[in-house]
């Protein structure tokens, strides 16, 4: 027979002792302090060693307000495009059946497994001066290696499966079955997604978009390989990072450093966020009556 001691352990899902859950506890969080806490805390101590006067100094310093700036333009062109495609994959991979989908699928999440650096070595074999395009380029004087175009194109392609990756289960989920109700009552194409799936999938969105944003911004790999490191012009944050520490410029590394910390701050700040908000949708609709889903069918045609 049971113990009660017993019985609210097992109510609570584990069957393990007291001294267990709490090394297991006390393991995860120094391993917390030590790799994540430690790291961020040595950031910003070096960061303000000298001061918040040479701290904003180091961030408005002409290179640095360049990589800054930079930073966030590529980021402003590949998250939106990234975007598009993660939502047309997302779409094609959850909702519709075709030869090729586990290919499509598997390259979706070609960027998972290809190391970024490759990734760039592969734009500077495809564009670069030897490269298969490199002499029509050079003819039309367009310039994509070892300019802005080229680290576009490097982050979209390291950036490109979060949107997706987040949206294809959430689609798979939810079954098509609200989308065709949609349309048997007359809905469009446009108005099904505008205002029956996009409403399902907001969160998610959202999550995708955050996820790609983050990764977008601290890109190192294969940004820096089709850089060229020319400084105020194609580098970026961890670019311009990595030349002032070689440089044993510490503060201004650090400062510029901190920057990218706070953003990925920021960043976990809003994901928190969301999901807190996606949970809570949720537990809206499951407390919401069953003909919920069919109101939500028809307001495009009553609209």
């Known amino acids: 027979m049971s113990t009660p ?3 609210r352990r097992a109510s609570a899902g584990t069957i393990e002792s007291a001294w267990v859950k709490w090394t297991l506890m006390a393991g995860a969080l120094a391993f917390f302090f030590l790799f994540l806490i430690l790291p961020l805390a040595a ?12 701290y904003f100094e180091a961030l408005k310093e002409p290179d640095a307000w360049s990589a800054i700036r930079l930073t966030l333009v590529i980021a402003v062109i590949a998250v939106p495009l990234n975007l598009v495609f993660g ?6 991979i959850a909702k519709y059946e075709f030869k090729g989908k586990a290919l499509l699928t598997t390259l979706v999440d070609l960027p998972f497994s290809v190391s970024p650096v490759v990734a760039g070595l592969i734009y500077v074999l495809i564009f670069g001066a030897q490269g298969w395009f490199g ?3 050079q003819a039309h004087d367009i310039k994509m290696v070892f300019a ?3 680290m576009v194109l490097a982050t979209i392609f390291v950036t490109f499966p979060f949107i997706a990756r987040e949206l294809i289960p959430l689609m798979q989920a939810q079954g098509s079955d609200e989308e ?12 099904t997604f505008w205002h029956v799936t996009l409403p399902n999938i ?6 995708g978009v955050i996820l790609c944003n983050a990764r977008a911004m601290g890109e190192f790999g294969a940004v820096s390989v089709v850089s060229g490191h020319i400084r105020g012009q194609t580098n970026t944050m961890p670019l311009h990072v990595e ?6 410029q510490s503060v201004a590394a650090f400062a510029v450093a901190s920057l990218l910390a706070l953003l990925a701050l920021v960043s976990l700040g809003v994901k928190s966020l969301v999901e807190w908000r996606f949970e809570r949708d949720q537990k809206v609709a499951a407390e919401s009556s069953p003909e919920r889903p069919i109101a939500m069918v028809q307001n495009p045609i009553l609209n």
């Open 5 to 7: 001691h017993g019985a």
């Open 87 to 92: 939502v047309a994959a997302a779409w094609a």
């Open 43 to 54: 950031v910003f101590t070096e960061a303000l060693r000298k001061g918040l006067g040479a």
């Open 135 to 137: 002499p029509w380029l």
């Open 180 to 191: 065709q109700a949609a349309m048997v009552l007359g809905a469009s194409g446009w108005q």
């Open 202 to 207: 907001k969160w998610g969105l959202v999550y």
């Open 148 to 150: 802005v175009p080229g």
């Open 243 to 248: 030349i002032l520490y070689n440089e044993y």
